[in-house]
């Protein structure tokens, strides 16, 4: 595990961050602190050590998204480098990324501390930090289209789940009133 110092100060805010959300909506503390600090351990991994640690499905040919590679080999290596073996962290930090259709809560306070910590300095990333501490699943949303929005502007290739994710937490909101 190495990670550029500018990445450990991000990974620290976003443990804090969970930490905090994690309080407010009745999640376990502790883990969400574990789950923000350990995110992002494989994101400056250079390709040839990340991909002994992806799943054996995902080739790089037929996966074009290389800049999620690091949420999908880090519960390995978190696994072999430092013996720890918790599938609600596993969970969370294999989302970070992309989101997913099924998002737990725990997902969703892990998702939205990276997008939104403090060191986040894009004009909505106070909103989303603010909303998501009165309702967890407004500020997922939020931070879910801040994240679709930012590929969309830049061209980039948006993961299917992402999308997957958006569908089905939108649909719920709009269900309930509570998006418009
Ligand atoms: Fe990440
Ligand atoms: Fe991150």
Same mark, same amino acid.
């Given at each position: 595990?190495? /990670?550029?110092?500018?990445? =450990?100060?991000?990974?620290? &805010? =976003? ?5 905090? /959300? ?17 995110? !992002? ?14 799943? @054996? ?5 037929? %996966?074009?998204?290389?800049?999620? %590679?690091?949420?999908? +080999? ?9 013996? $720890?073996?918790?599938? &609600? ?15 737990? +809560?725990? !997902? #969703? =306070? =892990?998702?939205?501390?990276?997008? +939104?910590?403090?060191? &986040? !300095?894009? @004009? ?10 009165? !309702? $967890?699943?407004? *500020? ?6 801040? #994240?679709?929005?930012?590929? /969309?502007?830049?061209? *980039?290739?948006? +993961? $299917?789940?992402? $999308? &997957? ?9 709009? #269900?309930?009133? #509570?998006?418009?």
């Amino acid at each position: 595990m190495v /990670l550029s110092p500018p990445r =450990v100060a991000h990974s620290l &805010r =976003v443990a804090e961050e969970a930490e905090h /959300l994690a309080a407010v909506h009745g999640e376990d503390t502790f883990r969400a602190y574990l789950a923000g600090l350990l995110h !992002d351990c494989a994101r400056d991994l250079p390709w040839e050590t990340l991909r002994e640690f992806l799943p @054996p499905y995902i080739q790089e040919s037929d %996966f074009p998204i290389p800049e999620i %590679f690091h949420a999908l +080999a880090a519960p390995a290596i978190i696994e072999r480098e430092l013996g $720890l073996r918790d599938f &609600r962290i596993f969970r969370a930090i294999r989302w970070h990324a992309t989101g997913c259709e099924w998002m737990s +809560a725990f !997902d #969703k =306070v =892990v998702f939205v501390a990276d997008i +939104a910590e403090p060191g &986040r !300095d894009f @004009p909505e990333a106070r909103e989303i930090r603010q909303r998501a501490y009165s !309702d $967890l699943r407004v *500020g997922y949303i939020l931070a879910l289209r801040a #994240k679709i929005e930012y590929l /969309l502007r830049t061209y *980039g290739v948006i +993961a $299917l789940e992402s $999308l &997957r994710s958006w569908n089905r937490e939108i649909s719920m909101l709009r #269900k309930e009133g #509570k998006m418009l």
